[in-house]
């Protein structure tokens, strides 16, 4: 077994007896993008910026995060790909519209947060809940791992 495959499977094994399923794959979707976004909104030094203006705190976060990723698997990392794409246009777009990013971050981290509640409900409660913040990005690659398995593809 590799160390892909451990990880993952001592992941599931926290998440086999979900209350609602479909709350939690909801919320942890919501807990990355409002944690990056918390991340993006908080200031950065001068250096960063001089590197690039899209050089902050949740841009340097989800790279680290896309290094880890392909690290653990390449097929987990290229699948999140557009996840993580998708998170960054997110907080790139939201300065320049309407809505306050950091309301927005902070709205979906709270909203995640109280979805893995719902989701642990019936198991270890909060301090489940603290063990999905502290593995934030493990989620994702689980999730998407549970769809490889339904697909054949090997992660």
């Not at 599931?12 to 909104?41: C, F, K, Q």
């Not at 097929?75 to 777009?93: C, D, K, N």
Request: charge should be negative; aromatic fraction near 14%; proline fraction near 6%.
């Amino acid at each position: 077994m590799s160390e892909t495959e451990s990880w993952l499977e001592r992941y599931e094994a926290n998440h086999r007896d979900l209350t609602w399923p479909w709350i939690y794959w909801a919320a942890v979707p919501m807990v990355v993008v409002g944690t990056v976004g918390a991340l993006w909104s908080l200031p950065v030094p001068q250096e960063f910026y001089d590197i690039s203006p899209l050089l902050n705190w949740g841009s340097a976060f989800l790279m680290v995060t896309t290094v880890y990723y392909f690290i653990i698997s390449v097929s987990i990392a290229i699948g999140l790909l557009p996840f993580v794409m998708g998170i960054a246009f997110v907080h790139m777009w939201l300065p320049g519209s309407e809505f306050s990013a950091v309301r927005v971050s902070l709205g979906l981290l709270l909203a995640g947060i109280i979805g893995l509640w719902l989701g642990h409900r019936n198991k270890r409660g909060f301090g489940a809940i603290i063990e999905d913040v502290q593995t934030i990005m493990i989620g994702p690659a689980w999730l998407l791992s549970v769809l490889y398995k339904r697909l054949g593809i090997p992660c």
